[in-house]
């Protein structure tokens, strides 16, 4: 009764009217992307700082950071136009980690204050989610994306150079501790908070593709709604790691659908893209 009491309850957090949220795209919904959070607070080694955050995008520049007033302007314009009606998501997911930018919080703010309706969602790498979630749910932010690449804190060593943490650079484990303990915690509080809450994981081949089962069951018992895997794109220190194939995504998701909801139309987008999904 339980085990049907949490699908349900799953099942109630995916049919929102996002699109990102759905195992599948519906072609009905639009986002709007707002790129106002350039500063990152960790290094991840599949990261170049030029191009968006790999937490929600592929590479590709993007056009300009705004401030939080052009975000504003672009959100006026797209509602404005013919297909207006469509774009029900303002999401801020990059070029960097938006909770270490004030520019988000601004932005998310003068949205809701003109546009009320719309949903505002935030894609992070969890860091700092335990000491904003009170002001994120303050604001409405109602669905938020955090990459968790792996609970095993030497593995993530392999992943994140270094984690910015209270004014001090940790590196290594120490690093990897601190960061994973914030995004379980974070992860947690969004969900009790009633967000909800897709998880991203980037697949990197020889490095965190053993563990995921596990990774898997933490993050349900967390509270997570919807699991997202995707493929590493071998770039900056990973450029040397070949990118898992197709079918090796394929058979990840299907083994750990029995687990969580599986998101297979993820385009992993630019923090600039705008359009219906
Ligand atoms: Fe939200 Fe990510 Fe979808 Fe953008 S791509 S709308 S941040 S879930
Ligand atoms: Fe890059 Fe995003 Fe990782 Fe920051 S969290 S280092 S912006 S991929």
Redesign the pocket.
Known sequence: QIECLQRNQTASHLNLGHP?FATHGHGKTG?I?LAVAPGCNISCNYCVRKFDCAN?SRPGVTSKVQTPEEALETVRKVKGSEMGLKYR?V?I?GPGEPLANSATFATFRGVKREFPDMIL???SNGLLLPEKIEELTEIGVS?I?ITINTLDEDVGAKIYSYVRWKGKTLIGPKGARVLLENQLSGLQMAAQAGMTV?INTVIIPGINDKLLYSLAQEIKKRGAHIHNIVPLIPQAKLSHIKAPSKEMIAGCRSSMSGILPQMQHCQQ?RADAIGIL
Do not use: D, F, I
């Open positions: 990102c986002r992307h929600e998501v999401g997911a969602c935030l894609s669905h994306t897709k987008c």
